[in-house]
């Protein structure tokens, strides 16, 4: 042992463990943080107490501001790892989205956002005045007050299992308006802390070019990835390629959005959005569920690191106050904004609870602040405080947004809530009698696409003139760098040629639309009112052109080459576009074409190979001696028509279901309460004896007397109306529980002209709906009197 004291006597500790965490210490103070998270969410999941408090107590135990010795000693590092946390939830929020959805969401969510963001800048100006505040950083703390938490909104949200009801639909919304809104108020409080002035041309230059990103990285990638994951994530494939692959694809498009000055979680929404509705989606969720619970938890302790418990404590006053204006007035904001958009007030209500908060983007607004020198210590302690208040009153809040509805109703006078229903049907029959509108639906696919193949040209062209400028740094002489210059521009052009033809025959749609709208009567002289339409409508088709032509020019200007180089290069396109005219129109549709199929789930496989994988992955599971076996329910047999738990399989035979297949359908480790029917397959786990009993009770038939004679006890086909101000108006099918309730089944929806099959369960429904019910014919009644046909009550 001596020579071993003089070895360690001649090494200084201190400086060995203080070059150690030089090094190292981002590391072991992320091991800390996951520690601490671990810790955290064990005894708050024991407790039954909302995980996200315990994540953010432990980052104020071990963070800088509370011990002299903390344990985390860089909390600026285990921040920007936390950001990862924003990135995953976006990527899973983006998976989960649905284009359709937004679709019907995105107004009532731009008018609630419009009025929850005047909200909070007006709250702002008026505290302004009693605390002191210069206006910038009014306009700084304003901003920040009106971003709610992406985060903590769907984790509350799934927590509650309430993520596919009705009102999560316009929650989500919101959030995701809230996040492009995040990213512009970014660049335009940039230049206002750094001219004193707000700058309305880069509030528009930044929001055009986040549609450009957005447009072309959703319209090439939906093209292209969901193929390549499909090819990649075979039956066969190690959870480590789909792993890398999605992981790599969600940091690469949030680090293009990163290097473009766009929020990195912006990106990770978009890269989430070419992965919605496809088949590999569920796949990928599943296995980076782990990743996005890791970060989030992170995300969520970092927040506690950052809190200063003595700043908090001097602020506390000011931190309640603003809190409860906060909460109340961004409820207050979404929910009249929902309702002005003729939602419903207890959808609208539900939809603007879990929002009463500021999160992330708050706190990346307040740290910009403090970086320019226009938000004092004080303002930024006030921020973290409100923010913590409001986070930890979130979950509360949403699971009692029911009882506290009912009480609003009691102080609203009954006036107002007559001239909000009264408001609402007059909403409503708005809103269909322009769903019938025949021209609209027709303008409708047209002026979508022009606007969409807008953004894709002048997205083609920016992304050309910042090449250009590496494309042609090396020195030549004039003649060559013109030549290459010419060329480079020609293929641009090129390439834009498909999409311009794609606008010129969407222009002449809407033209020929408008003109025969115009001349829809019969006329006496039809030749003369035919030539009279062909007029009106080249006229309509040159005005088109004109105003479209004089928008991209005014956009895309600073981006195109000078006047000799694009002149010749516009000429010689004209000419190939005009010789090559069929066959540029045939790449367009087939780029649409890929486009489209991208939404589309091609599902393929056959019976006797998906029996094989069932029997393979089952049997490797389950240990000797215990047997598996495939047992197919006989026709009219006993067991026809009962649930699992009736048979008592396990109690009476010692046998054990794995899984239940019927069709082409797999349930594996089926609920107790699943009926089974004949021409079932069972698979069975037990001794040989003991299954052999099984077999031999599964043959025995019902006699002919003991067999339900056909009559009205029969399944049958019924349409169903949703009438106004019923349960099911404005609600989705997981919300309503109609199987659960009723036991009926929805199998399709007719919407107008619109005809939905096999509608998924956060389908919104609306007044007018008719919808296809199987079921019994007593429980259909039921159903229908009780959700369709019935007023809800009004609140006492």
Excluded at 16 to 45: M, R
Excluded at 741 to 758: H, P, S
Aim: with cysteine; charged share 15%; aromatic share 10%.
């Amino acid at each position: 042992m001596g020579w071993m004291q003089s070895v360690f006597g001649q090494i200084d500790l201190h400086a060995l463990a203080a070059a150690g965490h030089g090094e190292a210490g981002w590391i072991d103070d992320f091991g800390i943080v996951l520690a601490a998270a671990g810790v955290a969410v064990a005894i708050f999941y024991r407790l039954r107490l909302p995980v996200i408090f315990g994540y953010i107590l432990a980052g104020v135990l071990i963070g800088p501001n509370l011990f002299k010795s903390p344990l985390v000693q860089d909390a600026a590092a285990i921040q920007q790892i936390s950001e990862l946390g924003v990135i995953f939830l976006l990527f899973f929020i983006g998976m989960e989205f649905d284009l359709k959805r937004l679709q019907r969401v995105l107004g009532p969510a731009f008018v609630a956002l419009l009025l929850q963001t005047v909200f909070m800048l007006y709250l702002a100006q008026m505290l302004a005045s009693f605390l002191g505040w210069n206006p910038t950083s009014t306009v700084f703390f304003g901003s920040l007050l009106a971003i709610s938490s992406s985060m903590v909104t769907v984790r509350v949200l799934r927590t509650s299992n309430r993520l596919q009801d009705a009102s999560a639909q316009f929650t989500v919304g919101i959030l995701i308006l809230e996040d492009v809104l995040a990213v512009i108020l970014l660049v335009i409080l940039t230049g206002v802390a750094l001219t004193q002035s707000f700058d309305w041309d880069a509030a528009w230059l930044v929001t055009f070019l986040m549609g450009i990103f957005v447009v072309m990285v959703f319209v090439i990638g939906r093209a292209l990835v969901p193929r390549f994951l499909l090819a990649v994530s075979g039956d066969d494939s190690d959870p480590e390629v789909i792993t890398l692959v999605s992981v790599g694809l969600v940091m690469g498009v949030s680090m293009l959005a990163l290097k473009l000055n766009f929020s990195p979680a912006l990106g990770a929404f978009i890269a989430g959005t070419l992965l919605s509705q496809t088949q590999v989606a569920r796949k990928v969720e599943h296995i980076n569920r782990s990743l996005h619970d890791v970060f989030s938890a992170v995300f969520f302790v970092s927040v506690g690191l950052q809190m200063d418990p003595i700043l908090l404590l001097e602020n506390l006053p000011w931190i309640a106050l603003i809190s409860v204006l906060v909460i109340l007035g961004k409820v207050s904001a979404c929910w009249l904004g929902l309702c002005l958009s003729g939602q419903s007030g207890k959808t609208s209500f539900d939809a603007a609870v879990p929002k009463a908060q500021i999160g992330e983007f708050s706190f990346i607004i307040a740290g910009l602040g403090s970086s320019l020198g226009v938000m004092d210590p004080q303002l930024t302690g006030i921020a973290f405080g409100v923010a913590l208040v409001t986070i930890l009153l979130t979950p509360l809040g949403t699971a009692s947004s029911g009882g506290v509805y009912k009480v609003f109703l009691r102080l609203i006078p009954e006036s107002v809530q007559t001239f909000f229903d009264t408001y609402q049907k007059f909403m409503e029959g708005l809103s269909h009698g322009m769903g019938r509108s025949i021209i609209l639906k027709l303008v409708r696919r047209p002026v979508i696409q022009i606007t969409t193949y807008f953004f894709v040209i002048n997205g083609i062209f920016i992304s050309a003139s910042f090449g250009s400028r590496y494309f042609f740094e090396l020195s030549m002489n004039w003649p060559i760098e013109w030549a290459w210059k010419f060329i480079y521009w020609v293929v641009v052009a090129l390439l834009v040629s498909p999409f311009l033809i794609a606008v010129i025959r969407n222009l002449n749609a809407m033209a020929f639309i408008l003109s025969d709208a115009l001349f829809n009567g019969r006329s006496s002289r039809p030749i003369y009112q035919n030539r009279i339409r062909q007029m009106m409508s080249a006229a309509i088709l040159g005005l088109f052109l004109f105003f479209v032509g004089l928008v991209f020019l005014i956009v895309a200007a600073p981006y195109l080459p000078n006047t000799a180089v694009a002149g010749v290069a516009f000429l010689i396109v004209t000419a190939v576009v005009v010789i090559l005219r069929s066959r540029l129109i045939l790449v367009n549709s087939q780029m649409e074409v890929l486009f489209i199929e991208s939404f589309k789930a091609e599902v393929e496989s056959k019976e006797e190979q998906r029996r094989e994988e069932i029997l393979s992955m089952i049997k490797n599971q389950a240990p000797w001696p215990v047997e598996i076996v495939d047992l197919t329910l006989p026709q009219h047999a006993a067991w026809a028509g009962k649930r699992i738990k009736d048979l008592a399989l396990r109690p009476t035979y010692g046998v054990n279901v794995l899984a239940l297949g019927r069709g082409y359908s797999v349930v594996y480790d089926p609920a107790p309460e699943a009926a089974v029917f004949s021409g079932d397959r069972l698979v069975l786990t037990g001794s040989r004896d003991n299954l052999e009993r099984v077999r031999v009770e599964m043959q025995a038939q019902v006699k002919p007397e003991d067999r339900p004679a056909p009559g009205p006890s029969q399944f049958r086909l019924q349409q169903v109306y949703v009438a106004p101000n019923t349960e099911l108006d404005g609600e989705t099918l997981a919300g309503a529980r109609v199987r659960q309730r009723f036991g009926v089944t929805v199998i399709g929806i007719q919407r107008e002209d619109e005809r939905i099959t096999n509608p998924p369960p956060d389908f919104l429904l609306d007044a007018g709906d008719v919808l296809m019910i199987a079921g019994l014919p007593d429980k259909i009644e039921a159903f229908a009197e009780s959700c369709c046909e019935k007023p809800l009550p009004e609140a006492d």
